[in-house]
């Protein structure tokens, strides 16, 4: 076969020396390679003692957004859902009622909203796709869990804190956040 | 755009009541007694101490059960080591990646050929419930072929999550009794699954 | 001097029987220990930590795995003979543990009165006992294959039979050459040839190469671990086992490598020899009992650096083809085993007529 | 380089003349069909040629168009020319009825495994083929998946009523 | 009854049993596995004899190399009871009555050989060991001892030959 | 049965059928030789293997289907999941394959940047399978050593995007964030670290006789044979065709860089496997050219992360909560009801195992009407049983890694 | 030991070895019983040679030696024939798929 390109660099392919042949030095490089590891640090995270920081931007958990006063800032658009390439959340829209204000950011809101989480696959297209701020993707991977039934997360799973009625809780879930 | 929180407070506790339910009472005796109930919880010791998983990987999830055998997380750690692709040896059955329709059969053979006590886990979206992958061809979730013990969400799940559902299993196993594999109800679990 | 193998006096019995349980048990729990220490070892070499959560550092994880592994299923696949396939870790067990009957793990210490030698049968053929039962460690990888029932396992017993036999031969020349040296062939003597001069690996380095080259392949360690590589045959020869015939198996592997370690320790190194010690002068200062507990320290060392070898090895080089490794062993190990024995031999028969080195 | 779009054109059209049709350049890549029965012969051509050497097959598929009548799948190569390093497209169109199309097997072993997924998803009959059977699904499975009237996901499908929500 | 006496007994019945199961086995495994079991016994007696070099050279050459042969050969034909090959049952019988006459006039031949005041010294002797064996078949029997190396070439060879496929 | 019976049974077997003489030997699927999932249906005369029956399809998951019913943007997820080694490499060949079809124009540093993404994951992939050869010849070691510096590669991603392996990286006209400060101090990590790391990994295994000896001369093929099966890649690249989709159809900017093709002379696993280390080493180079060429832009320029295509790429989050137009874009983009251009494109990227072709079709739908992927691994697995023909059954298990066989892109 | 009962020993071993040979048909069979057969003479030899040495050795010390160095031979005799007879065997039973004796009589086929 005739050169394609002028940029072709045949990689090494040296016949054995007599020295290789002998098996004895590549395999004493080799050990003494391996051996130098064992006095390396080792890098293992001692993993439910100590963990690992998420990047900032790592897409785990969905949480369900309120605003500073707390009230739930979905509207139930369905835009999320759209986006899901899971269909893996359903929600329920209602009006909301006089004296919810309190509650619900918009005039309509999610009565009802749930994600499976076992068919979710943390895209993060719903956060991306949510014009209202209201669903975003947490710094914490899913738990695991025994039953099917439990990985379908509703509205009080996945709802964070109250910032005024449950502000440590909120201040919690906040997080100390590393400068970088 | 920054996030306001960074975490969720509320997530699901998982209840190993939940899924094992622990053999009834005979009627007139008092439970297992002493010694019986000594000797299963120093099994259950020993045996969630030294699961030894079966990696049945097809895909991503897979390749992230590598960086979690890896270095950097060591799932030797938990005395999970010696990887088997030998069924007769194993203990857990590590279910990673989309099982098609082609594979179920052969996952069920899998898990026929382990010897009791065994475990399952379903790691990744697409072991558990086929993920994305509603499609003609994808089994959706290995449930439908064999019994689940511990489902881990992710697509694919992070090495900190497939060790959280590994923790998950542990005190599953922890805390069974040495007669659940004798009982009715697990017998009635195998037979829904077509298995004896 | 032999001791009779039928002068039987009933305090000799109950010593012997209390050596031999003695022995078993230390076998066993070395071979537990380095169930755990591979998983160690490997875990350093290749940057992790290794087992840490059954008991502090994990040490318990040995104990875990046995309880495990007794609590298991036993599972006897439908096809194969049953017989056998019981056999076979059976008598991979045993052979295993029969090799410990001639190694001199210390000299002698002095109880009750009585002198007692710590090696279970000081038999003047010593090395040929061993050889006999390295030998005879083929069957529990071949029976047990064979009786599996499974194409996997076929193969690897036969890959693992027909690889412990070659490398055998190899390994008895390169022994010959030691023998040429010692006249003897009870280790006890060899061990007590070695206390004042130098170990015989000084004058024998090419067939201690061999004889560790093959220990490696008569204990079926990388690079020759063809008949369980699991990366081909999926565990080989011991893939349908489960429970504790399984551990049978895993536990006779290990044992295998303690009592190789013991033998070459034994050989080429001196035995329960203390380094740089005048080991005579010692025991009368410091008394019989003290030395013989140090001489069986510093063997019970000698044989942990070689396990560490072992593994060490393990983790680090790849392992052979079959073809490859059957060249390596008739057209490399036995040429050279062969020359280095004739060697020796020639040089023996030069100093028996009187001609010196320098 | 000296093979342009232009070229090939010309040299296609000298020797097949009416047969080869429909040429087009969407996104630079000069694509053109031919009937059905002329396949290999296109194929052969384009392989010995001394200036065209089309002789590395990229890729090999299906379409499947049920709003056209008797042109309804229509099989497509992509071919390469690696010396050139020129690509073009060739199509030939079949009925949904009796798709029959001969097969590249012969000219490309890679073409062996191509028609069998094209065969698995659309049906294609590749005349000649040595092993023609399907290849990703299970051998069980009776029509083409990835015809347009078949839907996504399997209608003998029991489990979409469970306690799974969302769909 | 000695010790010596018992473990002659031992061994001898054993021995006797082995050999029987050898040829009544219907898996040639099993066949190959008693045939071992006889070799062990043969051995211990060698060991009673103080022969104990030919003792730990017939567990090595016998046990430890030639039926392991034998297992390879069954194992690559896959022989076992299945396929085992299966004589009519009067040939059998006949074959049975055959040995047993051969044992009942041999018994009845030696029974009054003169033999009754002679033993074979067990536990002692120095013959049985290897240093002496070693001078006598390297002084006495060094010809025989070469000539066996060309028989095992031979015989290699001749393997080989035959072993090779076309 | 009478005697005559008996002997009968056995005399008829030499004389009419041909005995078999050779062994079936079933690889897989859950074989561990078979990563993934495929099976492998050998024939074995003793451990030579006279011929081989591959089985795909075990993990066929109806990608091509799934697409049609997908906008565009909801694709990506399933280009993730084809080689899910280099998950990158095929978010960003689809992106450019959908810019091609809608004429977006990209801005040079953002395919810079693609630049640095796509190279980091050809390394990753090309660390995997090249450990992965270490592990099927028993060499474990070496693979945790590498898999230490793979875990960095994934925390780069896992700054860009927030997830390390099917990361879902990249939007149709570029990032969906800018590279921050962190991803620059790991990749200077990286670039500082790597090279030693892949150096002493050459060390444990090149030079090893145990190990050139396993793969010299086992599954080679000729460079005639190679392009005729459609081998694309390094594993073509070993057979020594100096083909590079980078080189041949330079996409990305790719045009703007120096780097070599590495080539080998037989084909057989060594030469992939030293491709595969050479291309490591180039990759690096790659890395650290765009990494200069990035630091050269200024002022606005060097804040640029995507494509200025307002019908493509979603609006910023706080124009959306602001702005009416931005909010109708948003709603159109999410609801897939922009603007399609009908037409059919090919475009190819050079994957971590060869050329990885899209094939879109779009008649102007919400979704593609067909989407066809190139799938290298599938084209040239079906040379397996020729490449494997007459070597022995470890040599099977090599040269099963080394063509790095990625179970999800062969089977779609 | 009385060396009649190494003698019957012996012969009982030989007898089975002999009645093995004749009832079986597995070649493979039917050369272990040879095998036993050479070890049952074996262990009269050795016998043996312990009597001479009981009665001889006095005068000789190495009196019946003689008799262990020939059961050394006969074990290398034993060693090639079964290396040559398994190769026979493995042969025959590639050209006929069968080790039966009975059918191994015609070598032609």
């Not at chain 1, 975003?136 to 009625?165: D, V, W």
């Not at chain 3, 299923?73 to 991979?92: D, R, W, Y």
């Not at chain 5, 390879?72 to 396929?83: P, R």
């Not at chain 7, 160095?69 to 042969?91: D, P, R, S």
């Amino acid at each position: 076969m005739q050169a394609l390109t002028s940029r072709s660099k045949t990689v090494e392919r040296k016949p054995m020396t007599i020295w290789e042949r002998l098996y004895i030095p590549a395999i004493a490089k080799g050990m003494s390679i391996t051996f130098g590891h064992i006095f390396k640090k080792k890098p293992t995270i001692n993993y439910p003692e100590q963990t690992r920081p998420f990047s900032p931007v790592f897409r785990g958990l969905q949480v369900l957004n309120r605003d500073e006063e707390g009230r739930e800032r979905c509207t139930a658009c369905g835009l999320c859902a759209v986006a899901c390439p899971a269909e893996a959340i359903t929600m329920e829209a209602a009006e909301r009622l006089p004296g919810e204000e309190n509650l619900y950011r918009e005039e309509k809101y999610a009565a009802k909203y749930e994600i499976n989480m076992l068919r979710c696959i943390f895209c993060g297209l719903c956060e991306e796709a949510c014009p209202k701020d209201a669903i975003y993707l947490s710094e914490t991977f899913t738990a695991a869990n025994y039953s099917r039934q439990s990985f379908i997360y509703g509205k009080k799973e996945l709802l964070i804190p109250h910032p005024k009625l449950q502000p440590e809780a909120y201040e919690k879930a906040k997080g100390q956040r590393v400068k970088r | 755009m920054p996030r306001p929180v960074r975490f969720n407070l509320n997530p699901q506790k998982a209840d190993t009541k939940d899924h094992i339910s622990m053999v009834d009472m005979p009627d007139g005796y008092s439970g297992e007694g002493f010694f019986a109930t000594k000797l299963s919880e120093v099994v259950g010791l020993a045996r969630k101490n030294s699961l030894w998983p079966l990696p049945f990987a097809t895909s991503c999830c897979g390749i992230e059960f590598m960086a979690t055998m890896a270095s950097h997380y060591d799932f030797a750690r938990f005395g999970a080591e010696r990887l088997g692709f030998s069924p007769r040896q194993c203990d857990l059955l590590m279910v990673m990646g989309t099982i098609a329709k082609k594979m179920g059969p052969i996952v069920k053979q899998v898990y026929l050929q382990m010897a009791e006590p065994r475990w399952v886990m379903a790691v990744g979206a697409c072991a558990s419930s086929g993920g994305i992958f509603d499609s003609y061809s994808v089994l959706q979730g290995i449930d439908q072929v064999v019994p689940v013990d511990v489902y881990v969400p992710g697509c694919p799940p992070r090495p900190e999550a497939i060790l959280d559902g590994f923790i998950r299993i542990q005190d599953l196993v922890g805390e069974e009794s040495l007669r659940r594999r004798n009982s009715d109800q697990y017998k009635a679990l195998l037979q829904s699954y077509g298995i004896q | 001097m032999h001791v009779t193998l039928l002068a039987i006096d009933l305090a000799l019995v109950i010593e012997k029987l209390i050596l031999i349980a003695v022995i078993v048990t230390v076998s066993l729990l070395v071979a537990m220990y380095e169930t755990y220490a591979e998983r160690k070892i490997a875990a350093f070499i290749q940057d992790r930590r290794g087992p840490n959560r059954a008991g502090p550092f994990g040490i318990l994880q040995p104990v875990a795995d046995g309880l495990k592994l007794f609590m298991k299923e036993e599972i006897v696949p439908n096809l194969s003979n049953k017989f056998l396939f019981i056999l076979g870790p059976g008598l991979a067990m045993l052979t295993a543990m029969m090799t410990s009957a001639v190694i001199p793990w210390s000299s002698h210490i002095e109880l009750f009165g009585r002198t007692i030698h710590l090696q279970i049968a000081d038999v003047n053929i010593g090395i040929l006992y061993i050889f006999g039962v390295v030998s005879m460690g083929v069957y529990g990888v071949m029976i047990g294959g064979w009786a599996s029932n499974n194409k996997f396992s076929l193969l690897a017993a036969i890959r693992g039979a027909s690889q412990i036999i070659s490398y055998e031969l190899a390994m008895g020349i390169s022994l010959i050459a030691l023998l040429m040296l010692t006249q003897s062939l009870s280790l006890k003597t060899i061990v007590q040839q070695q206390q004042d001069g130098l170990y015989y690996v000084a004058y024998q380095p090419v067939g201690f190469l061999i004889f560790l080259i093959c220990a490696f392949a008569e204990c079926n360690r990388t690079p020759f671990d063809l008949s369980e590589a699991e990366s081909e045959l999926n565990f080989g020869y011991h893939q349908e086992y489960s429970s504790m015939k399984l551990g049978f198996y895993l536990f006779a592997e290990y044992v295998n490598m303690f009592i190789s370690s013991a033998v070459m320790a034994t050989l080429y190194f001196g035995g329960y020899d203390i380094p740089f010690v005048n080991d005579a002068a010692f025991g009368a200062h410091y008394g019989q009992n003290m030395l013989a507990i140090l001489q069986g320290l510093s063997l019970f060392l000698k044989v942990v650096i070689f396990i560490f070898f072992f593994m060490w090895v393990r983790w680090t080089i790849p392992r052979f083809r079959y073809d490859q490794l059957m060249r390596l062993g008739w057209k490399g190990l036995i040429p050279l085993s062969l020359l280095n024995m004739l060697i020796t031999g020639f040089i023996v028969l030069l100093r028996q007529y009187g001609w010196h080195f320098s | 380089m000296g093979l342009t779009n232009e070229t090939i054109k010309e040299r296609l059209v000298q020797k097949f003349g009416e047969n080869v049709s429909n040429f087009e350049t969407p996104y630079g890549m000069l694509t053109f069909e031919a009937p059905v029965q002329e396949n290999l012969k296109v194929l052969q051509f384009l392989f010995d040629d001394q200036e065209l050497r089309f002789q590395f097959l990229t890729d090999l598929t299906a379409v499947h168009y049920p709003n056209q009548p008797g042109r309804e799948i229509a099989v497509v190569y992509h071919l390469h020319n690696l010396i050139d390093n020129i690509r073009i497209r060739f199509k030939v169109f079949t009925t949904v009825e009796k798709p029959d199309v001969f097969t590249a097997t012969k000219l490309f072993s890679s073409a062996n495994w191509m028609e069998r997924e094209t065969f698995d998803f659309y049906g294609v009959n590749f005349v000649g083929h040595p092993n023609l059977k399907r290849i990703l699904n299970v051998d069980e499975m009776d029509y083409f998946p990835l015809r347009k009237e078949y839907p996504l996901e399997d209608q003998t499908r029991i489990d979409k009523d469970d306690e799974m929500f969302g769909r | 009854m000695s010790v010596t006496h018992f473990l002659f007994w031992f061994l001898s019945i054993v021995a006797i049993f082995s050999a029987i199961m050898v040829v009544v086995s219907k898996n040639p495994v099993h066949s190959v596995l008693w045939l071992i079991m006889v070799f062990f016994t043969i051995s211990g007696h060698y060991v009673l004899l103080n022969a104990q070099f030919l003792a730990i050279v017939n567990l090595i050459v016998y046990a430890g190399a030639i039926m392991v042969l034998f297992l390879f050969v069954i194992m690559l034909m896959n022989l076992n009871s299945d396929t085992e090959p299966q004589k009519n049952k009067w040939l059998k019988i006949a074959g049975v009555i055959g040995g047993g006459a051969l044992l009942l006039v041999l018994v009845a031949a030696l029974k009054n050989a003169d033999t009754k005041n002679q033993i074979a010294q067990t536990g002692s002797g120095e013959i049985g060991l290897i240093h002496n064996l070693g001078i006598v078949l390297f002084r006495d029997y060094a010809l025989p001892f070469e000539i066996t190396s060309v028989l095992f070439l031979s015989a290699l060879v001749g393997a080989i030959v035959i072993g090779k496929k076309e | 049965m009478n005697e005559h019976q008996m002997n009968e049974h056995h005399i008829k077997l030499p004389e009419g059928s041909i005995e078999k003489t050779t062994t079936t030997l079933n690889l897989g699927p859950t074989h561990p030789a078979t990563h993934g999932v495929f099976q492998n249906i050998l024939e074995l005369d003793g451990e030579r293997i006279v011929s081989a029956e591959q089985t795909v399809g075990y993990i066929h998951r109806a990608f091509e289907k799934i697409a049609e019913r997908r906008p565009l943007y909801q694709i990506t997820p399933l280009t993730d999941r084809l080689n899910y080694c280099s998950a990158p490499i095929n978010n960003m060949g689809w992106h450019m394959t959908c810019e091609k079809l809608l004429g977006v124009n990209i801005p040079k540093r953002v395919d810079y940047l693609r630049i640095i993404i796509m190279e980091l994951s050809r390394i990753s992939d090309h660390l995997i399978c090249n450990s992965v050869v270490g592990v099927d010849s028993g060499a474990y070691t070496g693979f945790l050593y590498v898999m230490q510096y793979r875990e960095l590669i994934y925390e780069i991603y896992e700054e860009i995007c927030g997830s390390r392996l099917t990361t879902n990286m990249g939007r149709i006209g570029g990032f969906e964030r800018n590279f921050n400060s962190a991803v620059w101090e790991k990749l200077d990590k990286f670039l500082a670290e790597y090279p030693a790391v892949l150096t002493e990994f050459q060390n444990l295994f090149n030079r090893n006789r145990i190990f050139m000896e396993r793969t010299m001369g086992t599954g080679g093929i000729s460079a005639e044979r190679a392009l005729n099966y459609g081998f694309t890649g390094p594993n073509l690249r070993a057979a020594g065709v100096d083909y590079d989709v980078r080189v041949h159809s330079p996409y990305s900017s790719y045009e703007d860089f120096d780097f070599k093709v590495p080539v080998g002379r037989t084909g057989d696993n060594y030469d992939r496997f030293m491709v595969r280390n050479e291309e490591m080493w180039q990759s690096i180079d790659i890395i650290n050219q765009a990494y200069k060429k990035i630091q050269e832009f200024k002022g606005a320029e060097a804040e640029v992360y995507h494509a200025d295509a307002p019908e493509y790429y979603l609006p910023a989050k706080e124009d959306v909560y602001t702005k009416m137009e931005a909010l109708i874009w948003h709603f159109k983009i999410v609801m897939g009801e922009t603007e399609m251009t009908p037409g059919e494109v090919y475009h190819s990227v050079e994957g971590a195992n060869g050329e990885l072709g899209f094939y879109l079709i779009s008649d102007g739908g919400r979704a593609p009407y067909r989407l066809h992927f190139r799938r290298p691994c599938f084209i040239y697995y079906q040379a397996y049983s020729e490449l494997t023909k007459g070597s022995m059954l470890s040599d099977a298990v090599i040269t099963m890694s080394s063509l790095n066989l990625i179970a999800g892109e062969m089977d779609a | 030991m009385p060396i009649n009962y190494y003698i019957f020993l012996s012969v009982a071993l030989f007898c089975i070895g002999v009645a093995g040979v004749l009832t079986r048909r597995n070649a493979i069979i039917i050369f272990m019983c040879i095998e036993l057969m050479l070890n049952a003479t074996n262990l009269l030899l050795v016998a043996f040679s312990k009597m001479h040495y009981a009665n001889m050795k006095v005068m000789n010390p190495n009196a019946g030696i003689d008799g262990q160095i020939f059961v050394f031979f006969i074990m290398v005799v034993a060693a090639a024939e079964v290396c040559v007879g398994l190769a026979i065997i493995a042969m025959l039973y590639r050209n006929t798929h069968s080790v039966d004796v009975n059918f191994l009589n015609r070598l032609k086929h």
